[in-house]
C-alpha cells in the first residue's frame, strides 16, 4: 500500500524518514507547475569561492553558435583571416626587398651598349688609326700611330674610371640613366661607391669565362645578377 503522504504513490528513499504523525509532507511541485524561481532583485545562485563554473558531462559537446547566428568576428582593426594563408606575404622574386623591381636583362645590355659606344667606339677608332699610320713604313707616321694608339688607351682608362665614378656614387652611368635602371648594393640598397664600383669592373673578367655566359646569366638567375653582382653582392633594378 503507498504511503497516504506521497501525492505520486512514491515511497520514500532509502535512509529518508518518514514524516512524523501529523506532519505534512515536504510540498512537492504540482503538474504543471514550475520549480521556485529566486525573487524579484535577487541573483541566481552562483559557484561558491574557489569553485569552478560547471563544465560540460563526459561525452557532451562545449556550446556552440546558434543555426543563424554568425561566429565570432575579428576585433577592429584586424584583418580577416583566409583559410590557408598566414601572416607571412612571400616577395615575389622580381622584387628584392624596398630596392624596386629588378632590372631586366634586355634593360642592362642596353645600358652597357651605350656606355661602350660613348667611349669604347673613339677609343677602337683612335687605335685603328694608330696601326694604320704604323704600319705606313714612314717614322713620321708611325710616330703619329703611336700617338693615336696612346690617346685611345688613356680615353679608355679615362671613361672606365668615369663610369665606376658615376656607377658608384649615383648608381647610373650614362647608359644606366638612358634605359631607367640603377647599380645598387643588394644588402642596403644604396649606391656602392666608387671604390666597390672599380673592383665589380675586374670581376667581369670572371663573367667573360666559358664564352661570356657570366653576362647571360641574369637571364635565369632568381635575382638577375652576373658573376660579377654576385661576387660585389650587387643588384641592377629599376631606377
Not at 504540482?30 to 525573487?39: D, L, S, V
Not at 696601326?131 to 707616321?141: H, I, K, P, Q, R
Request: glycine share 18%; with cysteine.
Amino acid at each position: 500500500m503507498g504511503n497516504p503522504y506521497d501525492p505520486y504513490g512514491q515511497q520514500p528513499g532509502y535512509g529518508q524518514q518518514q514524516p512524523g504523525y501529523g506532519q505534512q509532507p515536504p510540498a512537492q511541485p504540482g503538474y504543471g507547475q514550475q520549480p521556485a524561481q529566486p525573487g524579484y532583485g535577487q541573483p541566481p545562485s552562483q559557484p561558491g569561492y574557489g569553485q569552478p563554473p560547471a563544465q560540460p558531462g563526459y561525452g557532451q559537446q562545449p556550446a556552440q553558435p546558434g543555426y543563424g547566428q554568425p561566429s565570432a568576428q575579428p576585433g577592429y582593426g584586424q584583418p580577416p583571416t583566409t583559410p590557408g594563408q598566414s601572416g607571412y606575404q612571400e616577395v615575389h622574386h622580381h622584387h628584392y626587398g624596398s630596392t624596386g623591381q629588378l632590372a631586366e636583362w634586355g634593360s642592362r645590355a642596353g645600358g652597357y651598349i651605350i656606355d661602350y659606344l660613348i667611349f669604347a667606339a673613339p677609343t677602337f677608332v683612335l687605335y685603328l688609326l694608330g696601326v694604320l699610320l704604323g704600319g705606313s713604313g714612314s717614322g713620321g707616321a708611325a710616330l703619329l700611330g703611336v700617338l693615336f694608339m696612346l690617346i685611345g688607351l688613356a680615353l679608355s682608362i679615362a671613361g672606365g674610371l668615369w663610369i665606376c665614378y658615376q656607377e658608384g656614387t649615383t648608381g647610373q652611368s650614362i647608359g644606366k640613366r638612358q634605359m631607367g635602371i640603377r647599380l645598387v648594393s643588394a644588402q642596403t640598397g644604396q649606391p656602392i661607391g666608387f671604390g666597390m664600383a672599380f673592383v665589380r669592373k675586374l670581376a667581369h673578367i670572371a663573367d667573360s669565362f666559358l664564352c661570356y655566359i657570366g653576362f647571360l646569366w641574369p637571364l635565369w638567375d632568381e635575382r638577375k645578377q652576373t658573376f660579377a653582382d654576385k661576387i660585389c653582392n650587387t643588384i641592377v633594378v629599376r631606377a
